[in-house]
């Protein structure tokens, strides 16, 4: 083994022993999701909406799951379907479809809960009608904002330049308090997040902000600027609200699906409240 691939190696057990994260299974994993996700949305937007659907899908039934770990009445399989049906009614009919599919699958949450306390006679909480409600309003609704963007003329660059936009700043905060990280942000929900990363996001974000105003979405340079500091705030807003959750759940990861990762709703941590402010600028822009 030469020098360098030693050097790596060193490299590696460094950062998962301070990460507790395999660096190399991470950058293979999210190199694979990052091409899928790019060919899926330039290629055909219909692809797109097949990509969509697996992240909601399993983002989803990892939410479902770990709240069952707490005793928490949560069916898995009505929250499922009606969190896949979201994708296609909110891609064709945007807005209205998303509602509609969200009341409906909370409707027929609530029906599958009485059946099931019928049947079997378990003992169904308000705390489970209301974690079984969160699941489909955080999970699948907070993403499909991203397709009612994408469904836009030209929406799929800004799709593509929001999700830099975000990966530069989940790098930025990585990338910097790996290195500089020295206090912590909320130590009682995430101890590894620290300022110097929140700073190091901040820098990155008004950096890619810039680019893709100018180069991708062609919109003046400073509202790039602007959208990318807004995406800091809701991405790591996200990041914070998914740790209190899997905090409150007792679970470091939603699953172990995505080696490196963890699950598919720890990818979508950042992604969740963004999506929402990103299609009102792509609204307002378009």
Known sequence: MSDFEHAIRDAGAVIEARTGRNLVAALLIGSALGAAFVVSLIID????????????????????TISRTEKRHVPRIPILISALAMV???????????????????????????????LSKETVTDRDMIMSAFTLAYVPFLVSFTLIMTARDGGEWWTLGTMIIIASIDTGAYATGLLLGRHPMAPKISPKKTWEGFAG???FALTAGFIIATQMIHIDWWWGMLFGLILVGTATTGDLI??????????????????????FLDRLDSVLPSMFVASVFAALFS
């Open 88 to 118: 296609p009614t909110t891609y064709y009919y945007g807005a209205l479809g998303q509602l509609l599919t969200l009341a409906a699958g909370i409707g027929f949450t609530i029906v599958w809960h009485a059946i099931q306390r019928g």
């Open 45 to 64: 937007k219909q692809f797109f909406m097949l990509f969509m659907a697996v992240f909601i899908g399993f983002g989803t039934w990892e939410l479902a």
């Open 201 to 203: 996001s901040i820098v």
């Open 242 to 263: 998914e740790s209190l959750i899997k905090r409150e759940l007792g679970t470091k990861d939603a699953s172990q699906l995505l080696p490196g990762h963890g699950g």
